[in-house]
């Protein structure tokens, strides 16, 4: 065994003590469990509905139109008579799918970029602070519907590009750039601690260190944007439904509260209910272990914000 | 830096806003004067006649300018009646129309009146040349050129002189054409290529009103900012996004309120003003108001004196029964429902390689969708299921026709699904339907559509896009199947028909791309026919063709409900005239009353 | 300090050139051609073409490279793209393309009105969450801290649509508290802005008032606060002078930064309340293709957040010694 993949081993080590001591600390809290297990279930809805086994036949009509929640029909019918109960579990998959892969692709994107730019420095570095600083400096509104005109009905890979996958492209593309500032600042303070001295000292490659060393030490960062960006996704995806850029053809929640714009006024609130409720149950949740996760790896976090 | 502020901050400011949230907004309404409230849904873009092509922008303009012709108000079905023009044009053949213009028509005072000190010169026949001639003009880029293309003599070159001249280099408006002519101030000489029977509804349409060349020189590029025309109103204020105010034209000629209608007229107190002295309304204004719920509430408050039902407000106003509530009734609220000249349908693009060549395939997708359910969803009955393509408000249109290819038959529609797979050679793909409109109205339709399709066993999916992107998709001819509607800008069939006319296919108005030797045939004669019954039969015979030929899914023919208060008198419903507020009389005094409560 | 301005001023000129570029390739990229809604429902393929040809949409994309074979260098740099740079880096705005207004006149009579809007609402959220922030963060892990917390996911919940709907109907149509929609310049304005105002500060609470509880409760765990505490210093003391005067470094660095784009107005709330701000005015611009109007759009706000981001770079530099004048 070299002695590069011993200090390795160090380092990731010190990762695994605060994951592991995270994980105890998070568990002793209920309030903290209960959360975990309301994600849990939104997320096995999610996936029992891409299995097929959950809401299915969402787009059958179950009765008659607009009909108020009850016994005989759940949370109610909508404009064409299809349950609302089966859309709003329906939109969890929607909902999951979008906030995930949207956070998927920015960090994909924010994470490389930023460890290369806050690590190598020089050229490099001036030019991904270039881009993000371009990015950012056009208006969020303007850049999102910009890039969701773009890509509607084109193809990537082969593969057609409608509806969802818009979505989670149109906010992964337009989000990283606050990932990719906090990695590059952390990345930047991480450069010269002794670990990194010491494994270029061993002869480490650069891409070792990188992908070996300094990014196992920034990931909770990841972790922590994650679970508070996970909200925003939700809340942008209703956003584009109301700018008529969201999802078709597909239950969302966004979907349904637009349709309650219009609908409130017939007296059917009971859409906008299931779908609010939705969200907030989902939210509350995540920001509370978001909150938790922050406190458990709190020690080296209070730099990585500023 | 004082850490306190922020804290102070608060309270403070939420006092002043509540504070500022109090007191009344009906200021205007005790002044006494006679004021017509309106909204606008839409942008209006300019008010430069040769540039408006919208309905917003055109309900605007229409009270301060003026064309040759214009609309009956109270005739049905609807006619013309001269406007700026003295009389109905005369003339030996077809092709060359003399209009005599009205003496004593003067525009609006304006500073771009320099040689009058303001005072607006009288109009002669020499404002029409030049206020067409700017349409003819390629550097102008005016939306309305396909109203005088290939009819005028002359103004077709005028064009590709514009075309040909560089950039900075200045149009000679003075140059001839040949076939617009003014041997005198008031006389004005049109001649065409061939016939065109369509020319006196075209020359009632606001973009042909005249224009004059003092205010074009004055003001430039900025033109579109200052409408100087011959009507009843001049532009006191506008405020982009906001609202616009029109105040009565002082020096408007002498105009009367007609004095017969249609039956029933009398007796609905619309003959009351009869013979009087037009306009009553001194003062119009428009907020612009760009969501349904805020509308319909500043209606149910009183500050717009009219208003549509937006759908999902329809319960609220209008009972099962088609009948205004009483609660409507009793706050002195009338309900009119009137037809559209207006066609909707999903139209299949003819050269597609699937739906083009595929006529089972279309007609089963015709007979998919069930009208009169579709009506009551999306329209709560506020519409006609179609049968073609000319809507009923029209006298060309058969009652008595009956087209299959409409009737809701799922069965039958299986079965001749059965033959387009046959006639396709192997099993159907998905078929894209492209939809102008990404608002919830449009993807409950495409949810809709989409549910119907699977009904019979063909898989469909939804493109939506918004209006630029669908443009691109049918000028482009790149769609399979398209939503569209089309409202008619004259009651002449010839309106509809173009759209289905070899030559116009696209980027031309034929978004069906639609090719028939037979139909191309009898447009052309119908097309320069003046209206007589061979002509209406001539349009049967066409119709019938597209009916059997199934370009599209005609799904239905628009009806409009409007709702007004009783203080809003000589109130008609006009689905082609623009310029109608000079009818109108406002009774103060029992708006006062009813919105004072 | 005048170099290091100077160095600053240099680095802006790549971010504006970058942004040039990036809606260049966008407006290309977007489906959708002004021209066919210029030329009106009816028209024929002819007029089409011509108009395209007036607005010079026919013009080669980056260079006429036969121009340039036959030696004419200026002709050959008259493509959209050189063109698409020379006039918005002179700031040669052309006129709308559906309404000819100039864009620079547009802009100025409507940035005022989302200005009136946007700035009363943004001071009054910043200062309410902030004070609902330090409560929380004082109140940290007691019942007062959760029941805050959950009204607040509740509200950050809670879709802005709602919060609209629901006070334009009862508090402005029920109960005649405020206008129901409509604008006027001036102090007149108060009266119409008051309520978008207010239900603007009700749906922004939850998230603000979440992301400066974080900001908060980090100054409370630094060294220096629990040295504080630890001297016995009383608690609103400490919060006052030391939590709260940390904790303004990254918000004021968050609030410079969100400046620029408040002249864009809020959408949803200009929509409803009929406020002719540039909210409605970029939409418009957007569902007719008018990319003269969005780019003038897009360049000035970028402008702007360039220049807030000198500013707060160069404030700081003053500030903090640390700060190397590199």
Known sequence: MTEAALTSDIAVGKGRSLWADAWRRLLSRKLVVASLIVIAVFVMVALGVYAGLIARDWSEPVGPRYQRPSLEHGFGTDFLGRSVWRKTLYGAKISLTVAFLASLISICIGLPLGAIAGYFKGWIDELIVWLFTTVNSIPYIILILAFAFVLQGKTLFGYPLRGISVVYLVIGLTSWVGLCRLIRGEVLKHRDRDYVMAARAYGCSRSRIILGHVIPNVAHLVIINFSLRFVSFIHAEVILSFLGLGVKGEPSWGVMIDDARQELYRGCWWQLAAATLAIGLLCLALNIVGDALRDALDPKLRQGLE | MSMKNPLILTPVFLLVVLFAGCGGDDQDQASGKMVRYLSLGAKVRGMDPMDIGDTTSSSVASQIFESLYQYHYLKRPYELIPCLAEDFPTGEDQLTYTFKLRPGVVFADDPCFTATQGKGRQLVAADFIYAWKRIADVKNISKNWWIFEDHIVGLDEFRDYTGRLKAGENVDYMRPVEGLQAPDDFTLVVTLKRPWPQILYLLAHLPTAPVAREAVQYYGKSIHNHPVGTGPYMLKDWKRGNKIVMVRNPRFRQEFYPVEGSPGDREAGLLEDAGKVLPFVDEARWQVVEEDQPRWLIFMRGQLDASGIPKDFYNRAIDPSRQLRSEMKDKGIRLQIFRDPSTYWYGFNMEDPVVGTNKPLRQAMSMAINRPEYVEIFTNNRAEVAQGVIPPLFKEYDPEVINPNCQYNPERARELLKEAVEVHGGPLPTITISTPGTDTLSRQMGEYVTLAMDNIGLKVKIDYMDWPSFQDRIKTKSSQVFQMGWVADYPDPENFMQLFYSKNVSPGPNNFNYRNQAFDTLYEKAKAMPDSNERRRIYHQMENIIRDDCPAIFLVHGVAFVLHYNWLKNYKPHVFGYGLIKYQRIDVAARQKSVGR | ?326
């Open chain 3, 1 to 326: 300090m005048v170099s290091y301005i100077i160095r600053r001023l240099l680095y802006a000129i790549p971010t504006i050139l970058g942004v040039l570029l990036i809606t260049f390739i966008l407006f290309n990229l977007i489906p959708g051609d002004p021209s066919y809604d210029i030329a009106g429902k009816s028209a024929s393929a002819e007029t089409i073409a011509e108009i395209r040809r007036e607005l010079g949409f026919d013009k080669p994309r980056f260079l006429d490279t036969e121009a340039l074979s036959q030696g004419r260098i200026a002709a050959a740099f008259d493509s959209q793209f050189f063109n698409h740079f020379r006039n918005t880096l002179t700031l040669n705005f052309p006129r709308s393309l559906t309404s000819h207004e100039p864009i620079w006149d547009e802009i100025k009579s409507r940035a005022p009105a989302s200005l009136t809007l946007a700035a009363p609402m943004f001071i009054g959220l910043i200062a309410t969450s902030i004070a609902i922030a330090l409560v929380v963060a004082f109140a940290r892990g007691s019942w007062v801290d959760t029941i805050l917390v959950f009204i607040c996911v509740v509200g950050m919940s809670i879709p802005m649509l709602s919060y609209i709907l629901f006070g334009q109907h009862y508090l402005a149509y029920e109960l005649g508290w405020f206008p129901i929609l409509g604008y006027e310049s001036g102090m007149q304005a108060f009266k119409y802005i008051a309520l978008p105002c207010l239900l603007g500060i009700a749906s922004g609470l939850g998230s603000y008032v979440r992301f400066y509880r974080t900001v908060m409760l980090d100054e409370m765990r630094s060294d220096y606060v629990r040295t504080a505490f630890a001297k016995g210093l009383s608690s609103p003391r400490v919060l006052f002078k030391h939590v709260l005067k940390n904790a303004m470094i990254p918000i004021i660095t968050t609030l410079v930064l969100s400046i620029p784009f408040l002249f864009l107005g809020s959408l949803l709330l200009e929509r409803f309340f009929s406020i002719p701000g540039m909210g409605s005015y970029f939409l418009d611009a957007f569902n007719s293709r008018d990319f003269p109007v969005i780019n003038a759009m897009v360049f000035t706000t970028s402008l702007l957040y360039v220049l807030g981001q000198l500013v707060t770079d160069i404030c700081y530099a003053l500030v903090d010694p640390r700060i190397s004048l590199r």
